[in-house]
């Protein structure tokens, strides 16, 4: 098995920040950390090394040599690191990781989860969490060097909570040995008792949730839906799939959503009892009930709408900043947002 350490100049024994400046450079058998991986069970044939400004100012010069090293090399397998908290020694760690890759060299890095260089890998890499410090560099290598060598030799990787690395965003089909409904009811159970688990780690940026409103007498509320609720007829031709635009509709006079008056052109469920009763998709008749009794303010005059069925997260973050950002402008103070 051929394995491939990647350093900073600083792991290398190359220099400190005066150093921080070299290219990239090739240096036979184990140094640094990759003696502590020789300690560990996995023997470093060739370590690669740069310095962190250069890889952060000549990425691409960079990355063609010591992508270039590896083509020679042809191991079977790579590390990079441990980064721990280093920033740029973990976005060169996660870069190179990602190409090597994608050359089909399996690849091993290790630093703390909140390093850049976990994004920087695109789920390319095998990323081991550590300590924020070099403090955590004993704990770490023996894991790394237990990874890289099962990788090198092809043998089957389990899943991150059975392996200890970081999720990768991939999904793969498993044959479970319970049911979905008893793993529901386990996460159900679990949640209950303050040990909140999934099956699935979303993949996405994490929303600070709002500060409670003080008196919702006063308060203006927004009624804003993924549903694909729109007037009858779809005047505005609105997606039923795939959406790339929202729409906004007047509801100062409408009290209640009628069927005649509205439906919805969403084509990830079966819409005929929503269209039906349209309230049940967006709760106009509720809210008005609940205006007339002076629980709420008022109800904002617009109702946004969008279909979000297969709508790519990037166009969702939009639509979601484009319509708050109206209704902060317009005043208003809190907004019901319902989905399917």
């Known amino acids: 098995m051929i394995v491939v350490h990647y350093l900073n100049q600083f792991f290398a024994g190359l220099g400190g920040e005066e150093a921080a400046s ?31 400004n250069y890889f952060a100012e000549h990425e691409a010069d960079a990355l063609s040599q010591l992508l270039a090293w ?27 990781a990602r190409e090597a890759d994608r050359l ?52 089957p990787v389990g899943g991150p909570a059975d392996e200890g690395y970081l999720p990768r965003g991939l999904r793969a089909n498993t044959v479970a040995s319970k049911s979905g409904a008893e793993r529901a009811v386990e996460a159900l159970l679990a949640k209950l008792a303050g040990h909140p688990r999934t ?23 927004a009624l804003v839906t993924e549903s694909g609720l729109i007037p009858v007829g779809n005047p505005d031709r ?19 959503l009628s069927p005649e008056g509205y439906q919805s052109v969403h084509a990830g469920f079966d819409t005929t009892v929503a269209n039906a009763d349209p309230n049940r998709l967006v ?6 009930l609940l205006e007339q009794e002076g629980r709420i303010g008022t109800v ?41």
């Open 199 to 221: 099956e699935v780690e979303p993949d996405a940026d994490r929303v600070a949730p709002a500060k409670p409103l003080a008196d919702l007498a006063s308060t203006t509320v």
């Open 283 to 288: 709760p106009l008749d509720a809210l008005r």
């Open 70 to 96: 590896l083509g020679a090399i042809k191991p079977d397998v790579i590390v990079c690191g441990p980064a721990f908290g280093s920033g740029r020694y973990g976005y060169a760690c996660g870069v190179l």
């Open 104 to 155: 089909g060299i399996p690849a091993v890095c290790a630093m703390a989860p909140e390093n850049p260089g976990v994004l920087a890998a695109a789920g390319h890499a095998y990323v081991i969490p550590t300590a924020p410090n070099v403090a955590g560099m004993r704990a770490a290598l023996p894991l790394v060097a237990g990874l890289a060598r099962r990788l090198g030799q092809g043998e």
């Open 300 to 340: 904002y005059g617009y109702l946004y709408t969008t279909s979000g069925v297969d709508t790519p997260v990037s166009a969702a973050t939009r639509f979601g900043q484009e319509i708050a950002a109206e209704l902060v402008t317009a005043g208003v103070q809190a907004a019901i947002l319902t989905g399917t």
């Open 22 to 52: 070299l290219p990239p450079s090739r240096i036979e058998g184990p140094v640094g950390p990759g003696n502590g991986l020789r300690g560990a069970g996995l023997l470093v044939d060739t370590t690669l090394a740069c310095g962190d």
């Open 238 to 256: 609105l997606p039923s799939r795939h959406a790339d635009f929202w729409l906004r509709y007047p509801i100062s006079d409408v009290r209640s």
